[in-house]
């Protein structure tokens, strides 16, 4: 992605890290899909701890002076409290077939 930057532009680049996924107070689904959903990204050759190396990356891949911005968010009620039920329900197919779970 680098080297399509042209001179004087950026990229910018979001991911996540799993494990600040929290949920208080605590509940049993959510302390499940904290546990597997980073098995299964590993076993599909993903990392979901992958936002806490972003940096390190461009360092590496010779990017001068990248910045860097960390959020946490955390939501009591709305649609952001749906994403790890959608996320485990997209996901419940495939962490059966990996031998994650069980239907």
Same mark, same amino acid.
């Given at each position: 992605m680098w080297e399509a930057v042209r001179p004087g532009g950026a990229i910018a680049v979001e /991911? +996540? /890290?799993y494990e600040g996924l929290f949920c208080d107070p605590p509940n049993d689904g959510v302390d499940f899909h904290k546990r597997m959903y980073p098995r299964l990204v590993e076993q599909n050759g993903g990392d979901a701890l992958i936002g806490r190396k972003l940096y390190r990356y461009f360092l590496q891949a010779g990017i001068p002076d990248p910045g860097l911005h960390v959020a946490q968010g955390a939501d009591a009620?709305? $649609? &952001?409290?749906? !994403?790890? @039920?959608?996320? @485990?329900? #997209? +996901?419940? $197919? *495939? @962490? !059966? *077939? &990996? #031998?994650? &779970?069980s239907a």
């Open positions: /991911d +996540t /890290d009620k709305g $649609e &952001a409290k749906t !994403v790890i @039920l959608l996320t @485990l329900r #997209g +996901t419940a $197919e *495939s @962490l !059966v *077939s &990996a #031998g994650l &779970a």
